[in-house]
């Protein structure tokens, strides 16, 4: 099997379920989507894909605005491209694109937008998975929800866990993930873990436990949470049309498990399917990481099929900061196949374009900034030419780290409590 943009639109096979499906990416292999617990292929472990009979147009998804005054947003406004109608939802998606003058000029693009998924519910894009994975789990009557976590996916799923008064596990690194995310995670009621060891450490462990049969697993190697994720794209080429009249050439973005860049391939594979994109027009998928956890862009500059795991990643991008993404064998042909490619940032060039992205009002994380990072650094290689149209995506709040926000900030000044000495303070500068 390949994961190709000119594949042909499959015929449903006999697992096939209302025209929804799952199916190994790597031997093809079909199950029936909500039959039993499934992560892997039971054939091969290859990783499994949701595929669907039909697959809508935009055209589908703006016809819907003409039927009545209240259009559908968010993620749920593309339901025809998922496997059902509504999920567990506390309003996720329809989340800003933005201009950003100060940075397109710098950079020297036709035009520059900014997604900004910090804006979701929960602070993150993770909402965006959560909605649809955790209505899989209600389907399949599972009692305990489980994550391994730099942070986002704890502060999402404990969040919509909560909200579907479900048993919430999440194991986290010790020490390695930034207090707003481990807050989250601790008011909404979920289970903390910390665990002696890295990300990927903390992944084995939850991903036995699934197999064990104690949790429901909802880190990205689940493919129904790549299914909410991949409404980014969707949501992204529609804004980006209003805005600009056309597509975005390039798409820029943070990679940590390489969910991302995996959904939004498959979203635009599912488009060209539809009719509804040219196969010339899909955006270059490029993604960024931070020099310390890099293996991502390892491959791509190597010219490998497979990712080799990292098991010493470093990065104040904690976010990011992953030595082995589960969904390399999605991501890396989304990157090729759309002409894109990968390129590594370091610590210091993502905390100048989280300076950058602040100064022109879109406050984000490190890991966020990266993508900026990234664009930068090709554009001043020319791999990324001055006449493209670029979007950027931007993965959580600044208020995520907000350590980190302030050691990227201006330091407050201690003043007198009174205006004459304020006045006597601002005079001296």
């Known amino acids: 099997m390949s994961l190709s ?20 990416i790597a031997c093809g292999d079909a199950f029936p989507p909500f039959e039993a617990v ?112 730099t942070g986002n996916t704890s502060a999402a799923l404990a969040c919509y866990g909560a909200r579907a008064d479900t048993e919430v596990l999440v ?36 991903s036995d436990l699934a197999d064990r049969g104690e949790a429901y697993l909802l880190n990205s190697l689940n493919p129904f949470r790549l299914e909410g994720q991949k409404t980014i794209g969707l949501e992204m080429l529609e804004q980006f049309r209003d805005q600009t009249g056309d597509f975005p050439d390039r798409i820029v973005l943070p990679v940590g498990n390489a969910g991302n860049t995996a959904a939004l391939y ?28 890099a293996p991502m862009v390892e491959a791509v500059e ?27 064998p999605k991501a890396l042909p989304g990157i090729r196949e759309t002409g894109g490619t990968a390129v590594a ?11 950058a992205l602040a100064r022109d009002g879109v406050g984000v994380e490190p890991a966020s900034a990266a993508s900026v990072a990234g664009l930068r650094k090709l554009r001043e290689s020319g791999e990324i030419t001055a006449d493209e149209q670029v979007a950027c995506l931007t993965t959580g709040h600044l208020l995520k780290d907000p350590d980190a926000a302030a050691a990227a900030g201006v330091a407050p000044e201690p003043v007198p409590a009174d205006t004459e000495g304020v006045l006597a303070h601002l005079g001296d500068e």
């Open 171 to 206: 194991l986290l690194p010790a020490g390695k993930v930034a207090a707003g995310k481990v807050a989250q995670a601790s008011l909404h009621g979920a289970r903390i873990l910390e665990v002696d060891g890295n990300f990927d450490a903390c992944l084995d462990i939850v």
């Open 38 to 149: 499934r992560y892997t292929c039971d054939a091969c472990d290859g990783l499994l894909e949701v595929r669907y009979a039909d697959h809508p147009s935009l055209a589908d998804f703006a016809a819907q605005d003409r039927e009545d005054g209240q259009p559908p947003r968010g993620v749920w406004r593309y339901a025809d491209a998922l496997p059902f109608d509504a999920g567990v939802s506390i309003d996720e998606g329809d989340t800003p694109l933005y201009a950003v003058p100060t940075i397109e000029e710098e950079v020297g693009v036709a035009d520059l937008r900014v997604k900004h998924e910090g804006m979701n519910p929960t602070g993150s894009f993770k909402d965006r998975g959560m909605t649809v994975g955790v209505k899989v789990a209600e389907r399949l009557g599972v009692d305990r929800l489980a994550c391994a976590s």
């Open 345 to 355: 940032v370091s610590d210091e060039e993502i905390t100048d374009a989280q300076r």
């Open 302 to 328: 190597n010219g490998w099929d497979e990712v080799r795991r990292w098991d010493e990643v470093e990065t104040r991008a904690t976010a990011i900061r992953i030595g082995n993404p589960v969904n390399a």
């Open 266 to 293: 498959k979203a635009f594979r599912e488009l060209v399917a539809a009719g509804s994109l040219a196969t010339e027009d899909v955006p270059a998928l490029t993604g960024v990481q931070a020099e310390g956890a």
């Open 5 to 24: 943009l000119s594949a042909d639109r499959p015929d449903p096979p006999d697992a096939a379920v209302d025209g929804v499906w799952l199916e190994c």
